[in-house]
């Protein structure tokens, strides 16, 4: 048994030192991982404040498009109406207040000769020349907000995995400072137990993108 004696002192002092070196690693990884977590934080900020910036802009766009739209129609009903009267002049009047975008698919239109084809589209709404670019510009602001939502709530997950990892390098710090409250041999298993939770740990930390 007094043989034993030197030997367990020998390893307590390797149980000591991989206790230090936990801690030490535990430490680090521990502040590392609150740093990641505030920079990544940040990043769903802006993404978030992106996305609603966009989303704002995309509904005054929409807007501003449904406007355009209805004045389209309302010239267009005006300019049927007159047309239907042979008031030539008065058609030419209101055939020249066409927005561009509205005229182009108005000439496509009459190209078709509506009144002898029944082919023919039903109004020049349905024809591909009418294009609202102020929808087009609504549509891509609102692809990019959900795009930006989208890496915001991505960016959220990857700050709450990091914040994870700070609870598990915690338990390590933990695990090593109580080791050198216990006696042979359970000192050596909590050791062995920190060093299994630092191992997991590094494995989740290395698969996470970093700021």
């Known amino acids: 048994m007094e043989d034993d004696i030197p030997k367990r002192k020998h390893l307590d002092g390797w149980v000591d030192l991989g206790s230090v070196l936990l801690i030490?690693?535990?430490?680090?990884?521990?502040?590392?991982?609150?740093?990641?977590?505030?920079r990544w934080t940040a990043v769903q900020t802006r993404l978030y404040n992106t996305a609603s910036a966009d989303r704002i802009n995309g509904s005054v766009a929409a807007a501003r498009a449904n406007a355009l739209e209805t004045f389209d129609v309302a010239t267009?009903?005006?300019?049927?109406?007159?047309?239907?009267?042979?008031?030539t002049k008065e058609a030419d009047f209101i055939y020249k207040r066409f927005r561009p975008e509205m005229k182009r698919a108005v000439v496509a239109w009459i190209a078709t000769k509506p009144l002898l084809n029944p082919n023919a589209p039903p109004t020049p709404f349905a024809?591909?020349?009418?294009?609202?670019?102020?929808?087009?510009?609504?549509?891509?602001?609102?692809?990019?907000?959900?795009?930006?939502?989208?890496?915001a709530t991505e960016a959220n997950e990857i700050g709450d995995s990091y914040v994870r990892l700070t609870v598990i390098f915690a338990a390590v710090l933990f695990l090593a400072g109580v080791s050198t409250k216990f006696v042979f041999p359970y000192h050596i298993v909590v050791i062995v137990a920190g060093?299994?939770?630092?191992?997991?740990?590094?494995?989740?930390?290395?698969?996470?993108?970093?700021?």
């Open 127 to 151: 024809m591909p020349q009418y294009h609202l670019a102020t929808q087009a510009e609504a549509d891509r602001l609102s692809a990019l907000a959900s795009a930006s939502f989208k890496a």
């Open 195 to 211: 060093l299994a939770t630092l191992a997991f740990g590094l494995i989740r930390l290395f698969v996470l993108p970093m700021q």
């Open 76 to 87: 267009f009903l005006m300019y049927v109406r007159v047309v239907g009267t042979q008031d």
């Open 24 to 38: 030490s690693a535990a430490t680090v990884l521990t502040a590392w991982c609150g740093y990641e977590g505030a």
